[in-house]
């Protein structure tokens, strides 16, 4: 079993920054892609960035130059810092563990006022 706590979402002016952080309850990162994902109201949750076990990321279209996914292998603790934040960012943010079986986190509310 894993536990997924995020942290770090709030409100933020548009043009403004947040880092989120996914702290796992134990070192899971060898053998887990880790990755970020958003949703609002009546529409699916959505891949925003992904960090594989070899160190590898991808991200979305719609955050490719603004976000970076990072990962504290002594921390157990994932990263998503976000620059240029748009209204359009605003969504729940998860924080997800992928791998042998597939763990989420709580959510965190990122709102992005215009």
């Known amino acids: 079993q894993v536990q997924l706590v995020e942290s770090g979402g709030g409100l933020v002016q548009a043009g403004g920054s947040l880092r989120l952080s996914c702290a796992a309850s134990?070192?899971?990162?060898?053998?887990?892609?880790m990755g970020w994902y958003r949703q609002t109201p009546g529409k699916q949750r959505e891949l925003v960035a992904r960090?594989?076990?070899?160190?590898?990321?991808n991200y979305a279209d719609s955050v490719k130059g603004r976000f970076t996914i990072s990962r504290d292998n002594a921390k157990n603790t994932v990263y998503l810092q976000m620059n240029s934040l748009k209204p359009e960012d605003t969504a729940v943010y998860y924080c997800?563990?992928?791998?042998?079986?597939?763990?989420w986190g709580q959510g965190t509310q990122v709102t992005v006022s215009s």
């Open positions: 997800k563990a992928q791998g042998a079986y597939d763990y």
């Open positions: 134990r070192s899971i990162f060898t053998n887990y892609a």
């Open positions: 960090i594989l076990s070899s160190g590898s990321t």
